[in-house]
């Protein structure tokens, strides 16, 4: 299948509900930033270990996630319902949340302020959580300039994913030097 | 995206035209789509995306396929034995009407014009409906159309002088001389090329128009 057309040569793009809009335009912005997200979270499963196919497995997920969450963010408001897109629901903020919770129990108390760094996935997990946050802020804006009235359930929904997501990140984070015996850089003030 | 596999029986190949045809496919009970949306064809080796051109309520699958000069899987289409089963995907694809005050152009070359066959025999009306072909004999669905459409327009984009009632040259042509300034609903199926010079002449001249695009190649 054809990946180009051209038809952005000159500056504009189309969103997924139809309207014409500048590249710099802030819902692409945001789509963008979410794309950024979903590929530094493919660094961070190549930066995994031989065998954590659990994690891997959980990345997968959540770049799924992810693409269905861009396709959310390329529709105005205004454009309201979508014939054939999936919601996207509260139950995806649940996964994160069990995801999250599994992985708690098995690490240490958290006893000072930590550094992003240490095993390779654990740097790239930071570089995806920095990013996540990024994508979370866009997200605000984006609501912010919107009508409140309109806003599809999906986006709210996928405003909470984000902000969980950043936790599930800094988590795995933590959870990589771990599992892999690298000692967590920790804050010397 | 719906990876459920279905099967579903060959029943019927007629010509269209010299090199198209259209399949007739039995259609398992449980598979619904919307008029626009398109299934993908699996065999052993390759897969390929193809426009239903049915209404959802048929009781069999149409697809309306070009038989494409050496192409691998057309001809494999044009040769199956009827009776034989096909395996595919589906429905996909977001290329559905979405309903708004805006009038709605639909811009197609070749066998683009399928999503829009199924939207008109879905009961869709008052379109205007631009379909781009090389010479006449390429026209798929006009009966439909110049009965569904408001405003059907052939445009014939090769040399042959253009018979009564059609434009002689292209898509892009016709909008620049023809179309009435205004904020529409565009819905362009077919060419890729056919795509960008649309969508470059609809950022110029129908500016605050919707697009939504459907690529074949
Ligand atoms: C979203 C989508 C929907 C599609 N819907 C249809 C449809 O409803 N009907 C249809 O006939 N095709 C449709 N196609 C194209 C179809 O999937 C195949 O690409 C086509 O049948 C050629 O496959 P092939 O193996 O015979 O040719 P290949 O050996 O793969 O050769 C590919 C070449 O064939 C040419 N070609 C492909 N499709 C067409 C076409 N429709 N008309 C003229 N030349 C073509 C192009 O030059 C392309 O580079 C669709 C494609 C996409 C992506």
């Known amino acids: 299948m054809k990946i180009y057309t051209g038809g952005g040569d000159r500056g504009k793009t189309g969103l997924f509900s139809g309207e014409r809009v500048a590249k710099c335009n802030l819902q692409v912005e945001t789509y963008g930033d979410v794309d950024e997200l ?114 599809p359930a999906s986006w709210q929904q996928l405003l909470r994913y984000l902000n969980r997501l950043s936790d599930y990140l800094f988590v795995l984070a933590r959870f990589c030097n771990h599992r892999t015996g690298v000692e967590e850089p920790l804050w010397k003030p | 995206m719906n990876q459920q596999i279905y099967s579903g029986k060959l029943l019927q190949r007629s010509h269209l035209s010299a090199d198209t045809i259209e399949l007739a496919i039995s259609r398992p009970r449980q598979f619904t789509f919307q008029p626009g949306q398109r299934i993908r064809l699996l065999d052993r080796f390759q897969e390929r995306d193809y426009s239903l051109v049915n209404a959802p309520a048929d009781r069999s699958l149409r697809l309306c396929i070009r038989l494409v000069p050496k192409g691998r899987f057309s001809t494999k289409l044009r040769a199956a034995a009827i009776g034989s ?17 805006r009038p709605a152009v639909f811009v197609a070359t070749g066998t683009g014009a399928a999503p829009f066959a199924s939207m008109a025999r879905a009961g869709e009306r008052g379109f205007t409906m631009l379909h781009g072909v090389r010479s006449a004999e390429g026209l798929l669905y006009s009966d439909l159309f110049r009965t569904a459409a408001g405003a059907y327009v052939a445009c014939i984009s090769g040399k042959t002088s253009p018979a009564a009632r059609m434009f002689g040259g292209r898509v892009t042509a016709y909008m620049e001389q023809k179309l009435a300034p205004g904020v529409y609903d565009f819905y362009l199926c077919g060419r890729s090329d056919m795509v960008r010079d649309v969508i470059w002449l609809i950022d110029e001249r129908f500016p605050n128009s919707r697009v939504y695009t459907e690529i074949f190649f």
Request: with cysteine.
């Open chain 1, 38 to 151: 979903n590929s530094t979270l493919g660094s961070l499963s190549a930066a995994l270990p031989e065998g954590w196919t659990d994690i891997d497995g959980q990345l997968r997920l959540v770049q799924a996630d992810l693409f269905h969450i861009g396709a959310w963010l390329a529709i105005t408001p205004a454009a309201r319902t979508n014939a054939t897109l999936e919601e996207f629901t509260a139950e995806r903020v649940l996964f994160l949340e069990k995801t999250i919770d599994a992985m708690e129990e098995q690490l240490p108390a958290l006893s000072a302020f930590i550094l992003p760094g240490g095993h390779a996935s654990a740097a790239a997990a930071h570089v995806s959580r920095a990013v996540c946050r990024r994508a979370e802020r866009r997200v605000v804006a984006l609501m912010e300039q919107s009508d409140a009235k309109k806003l």
């Open chain 2, 85 to 101: 089963c096909f395996e595919f995907t589906g429905p996909h694809g977001h290329f559905v009407l979405r309903p708004s005050g």
